[in-house]
């Protein structure tokens, strides 16, 4: 995934933080307004669907199981139209490489819109990768040889802006499902990639 520039990450935490702070305030003035909600979330995530490759075949990656966690809290600006900031993270893994540990955090703003039963919801954020290893060198099969790769020691990160598409579905006060994609780099047909997720929700109703 390509970094996006830091000018632009400070630009869309500054605006993260504003409206979050913000639309509480302006929700508060809605005579209209839904209950306020806190709920929390887990699932899965599957990162990068068709890009990554996993044998010497060419075969690529579909579905791996990567468990998520994540928190969201709807303001509702009308009855129907709520934003619902979300932070999350999945838990530490390994991949291919059993030295290598990878973990993402996320940080979106979505706007909700309620529609019965089932709600739509898209929003933008921002995506980082932690990705660490025990340093030193490991000795890899190169082809008709081995070679001695470099192994992480200290944490890198990679950040993406992704843009947030999904639905959610009301069982019942307490309980929701969830099923949404993460678009990485949207405008370039080239480089864009997606991760697909689901999870199931508890929600706590107006708590704060």
């Known amino acids: ?8 990450i ?3 935490v500054v605006t993260f933080l504003v409206l979050t702070f913000c ?15 806190l709920y929390v979330s887990l699932g899965n995530l599957c990162e990068y669907v068709g890009k990554i490759q996993t044998d010497a ?16 809290y709807d303001y509702f600006a009308t009855g129907d139209f709520a934003f619902s900031p979300e932070i999350g993270a999945t838990l530490p893994k390994s991949g291919r490489d059993e030295n290598i540990k990878t973990m993402t955090l996320f940080a979106l703003l979505n706007g909700k819109y309620k529609t019965g039963s089932v709600n739509l919801i898209a929003g933008v954020g921002l995506y980082y ?4 290893g025990p340093g030193g060198d490991e000795t890899l099969n190169n082809g008709n040889s081995s070679d001695s790769f470099p192994l992480p020691k200290d944490p890198v990160y990679t950040r993406n802006f992704i843009v947030n598409l999904g639905i ?11 099923l949404y994609t993460y678009v990485f780099n949207a405008l370039k047909k080239e480089d864009r990639a997606f991760s697909v997720g689901f999870s199931v929700s508890y929600h706590f109703g107006e708590v704060l």
């Open 1 to 8: 995934m390509n970094k996006i520039k830091y000018p632009t």
């Open 10 to 12: 400070r630009l869309c």
């Open 23 to 37: 639309s509480p305030a302006f929700c508060a003035t809605k005579s209209s307004q839904s209950s306020n909600d």
């Open 57 to 72: 075949n060419g075969g690529k990656n579909i579905c791996s199981f990567m468990p998520s966690l994540s928190m969201n």
């Open 129 to 132: 990768t932690r990705i660490w």
């Open 168 to 178: 959610q579905n009301v069982f019942s006060k307490d309980i929701s499902g969830e």
